[in-house]
């Protein structure tokens, strides 16, 4: 298996509760290798998973995809859903609690089909924002409710923490 990043040069810097964003991480990791699992391996194929992170208008934009057995046919859109599996032994808060930290961060989670990779095997691909500027600097204009919404946010280089998660 591969895991592959794709970063910019310049560290992208974002504000953002580094457990919390590496919990996130390691979740959507965890599953694209448990999107391997199901494939029987032929000489063509090499699980790859890729990491990219980009700088994106006013936010950061990070993609986590795989060529693994893609996204369900049906319902994607639920599986941001609490308790939502496919696996057998799978209690599934993972997505749900992804979309749920991304949010209160300010930024907005959608499942996509990754690129096709060399033998044209679409597999799953989790793309997500985190805002350059944090909602608790909008909040010390506007008032205490949005300061409380992520409450032990560090300033931190965004890339450094997606690398070695
Ligand atoms: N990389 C992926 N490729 C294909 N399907 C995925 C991928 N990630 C998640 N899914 C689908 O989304 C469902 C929900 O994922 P989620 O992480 O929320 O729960 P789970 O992995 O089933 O259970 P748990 O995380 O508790 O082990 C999975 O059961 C699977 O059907
Ligand atoms: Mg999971």
């Known amino acids: 298996m591969v895991i592959h990043t794709e970063l910019p040069e310049t560290p992208i810097h974002a504000r953002f509760d580094s457990r919390l964003i590496s919990q996130s991480l390691t979740n959507l990791i965890k599953n694209a290798v448990e999107a391997f699992e199901s494939i029987s391996p032929s000489p063509d194929w090499v699980p790859t998973i890729t990491v990219q992170g980009q700088l994106e208008g006013n936010h950061a934009r990070i993609n986590v995809s795989d060529n693994g057995k893609g996204w369900?046919?049906?319902?994607?859109?639920?599986?941001?859903?609490?308790?939502?599996?496919?696996?057998?032994?799978?209690?599934?808060?993972?997505?749900?609690?992804?979309?749920?930290?991304?949010?209160?961060?300010?930024?907005?989670?959608?499942?996509?089909?990754?690129e096709p990779d060399a033998t044209g095997r679409v597999g799953a691909c989790v793309t997500f924002t985190l805002p350059l500027q944090s909602p608790i600097k909008t909040s010390e204009e506007g008032g205490a409710d949005a300061a409380s919404a992520v409450p032990s946010q560090q300033e931190e280089p965004l890339i450094s923490a997606a690398v070695h998660k």
Do not use: C
Request: hydrophobic share 35%.
């Open 72 to 114: 369900p046919s049906e319902n994607r859109q639920r599986l941001l859903e609490p308790y939502m599996t496919t696996r057998e032994k799978g209690t599934g808060p993972g997505l749900a609690i992804v979309a749920k930290i991304i949010e209160q961060h300010g930024g907005i989670v959608e499942l996509v089909d990754a």
